[in-house]
C-alpha cells in the first residue's frame, strides 16, 4: 500500500512569500502529524489532528504557520510570511486508528518538503 | 534540561561489533519510548519501539528501557555497514497517548568494514 505523500518534495520562495506545504497519509489512518527538522536536529513537533481537528498546536512557533485538515485525510501546512528562519525540511507522519492494548500507535513518516527561504 | 537527550555521536564500531545508543528523557510522566532511523537525506523509519521496563528484541536489536532512571537505549549486534545512520530517541509528551513525540538530536552510527 501506499506509504504518506508530500507535495512538492522541494520548494524554493523568497522571503515575505506564502508557501503551502501538503501532506497525504496513509489510508486509513486518523492521526496526522507535522513536524520541522532542521539540519543535525530531530524532528520538531508543530501539530498533531485526531481527525478534522488540531488536537495540539502547541508547536506552531507563530501565528504565521497554520494548518487545516477539513475532510479529515489531506492536510495542508500553510507559512505566511516566509523568513529565512523557516528553511527546514517539514515532515508529516499519520498514525491508525489506536489498539486499546498499545499506549501509542507508531507514527509513520512521509519523505519531507525540503523547504529553502532564499 | 532538554526533554531528550542524546550524545550526538559520531559513534563509530567495526563491522561485526555491537552498538550502544543511550537516551535520557526528562518528563516523568512518558509512556511510549521510540527508536527511529534516519538515512541521510531520508525520513525517519521506525526501529524499536518500547512501553515497558526491561528489554525487548527484535532480531539485531534490543531496546533497553528504565523508567525510573528515564533512560533508554538500543543496542545494535553484529552491526553491519548498512546500520550507518543517524539513530533518533523519541518519547511521547507527557502521559496522553497518541500526541506529539519528543525527539532527541539523533546520535550518527558509522560501521566501518
Known amino acids: 500500500g501506499a506509504g504518506v505523500s508530500q507535495t512538492p518534495s522541494n520548494k524554493v520562495t523568497e522571503k515575505g512569500k506564502y508557501v503551502e506545504l501538503r501532506c497525504d497519509p496513509i489510508?486509513?489512518?486518523?492521526?496526522l502529524y507535522w513536524y520541522r527538522q532542521s539540519l543535525g536536529q530531530g524532528p520538531e513537533f508543530l501539530i498533531y489532528?485526531?481527525?478534522?481537528?488540531?488536537?495540539?498546536d502547541s508547536g506552531l512557533p507563530n501565528d504565521r504557520f497554520f494548518a487545516v485538515r477539513p475532510e479529515g485525510s489531506v492536510s495542508t501546512l500553510k507559512i505566511q510570511r516566509t523568513e529565512r528562519g523557516d528553511s527546514a525540511v517539514y515532515l508529516c507522519?499519520?498514525?491508525?486508528?489506536?489498539?486499546?492494548?498499545?499506549?501509542?500507535?507508531?507514527?509513520?513518516f512521509g519523505p519531507g518538503t525540503r523547504l529553502l527561504v532564499l | 534540561q532538554k526533554e531528550v537527550e542524546q550524545n550526538s555521536g559520531p559513534l563509530s564500531v567495526p563491522e561485526g561489533a555491537i552498538a550502544s545508543l543511550n537516551c535520557t528523557y526528562s518528563?516523568?510522566?512518558?509512556?511510549?519510548f521510540f527508536w527511529y532511523r534516519q538515512y541521510s537525506g531520508k525520513s525517519p523509519e521506525l526501529i524499536m519501539s518500547?512501553?515497558?521496563?526491561g528489554d525487548k528484541e527484535d532480531g539485531r536489536f534490543t531496546a533497553q528501557l528504565n523508567k525510573a532512571s528515564q533512560y533508554v537505549s538500543l543496542l545494535i549486534r553484529d552491526s553491519q555497514p548498512s546500520d550507518s545512520a543517524t539513530y533518533l530517541c523519541?518519547?511521547?509528551?507527557?502521559?496522553?497517548?497518541?500526541?506529539?513525540?519528543?525527539f532527541g538530536k539523533g546520535t550518527t552510527l558509522s560501521v566501518s568494514s
Open positions: 507522519a499519520s498514525s491508525p486508528p489506536r489498539r486499546g492494548w498499545l499506549p501509542e500507535e507508531t507514527q509513520y
Open positions: 489510508s486509513g489512518h486518523t492521526a
Open positions: 489532528f485526531q481527525g478534522t481537528g488540531a488536537a495540539d
Open positions: 518528563d516523568r510522566g512518558s509512556q511510549s
Open positions: 518500547i512501553y515497558s521496563n
Open positions: 523519541a518519547v511521547n509528551r507527557l502521559n496522553q497517548a497518541g500526541t506529539a513525540l519528543i
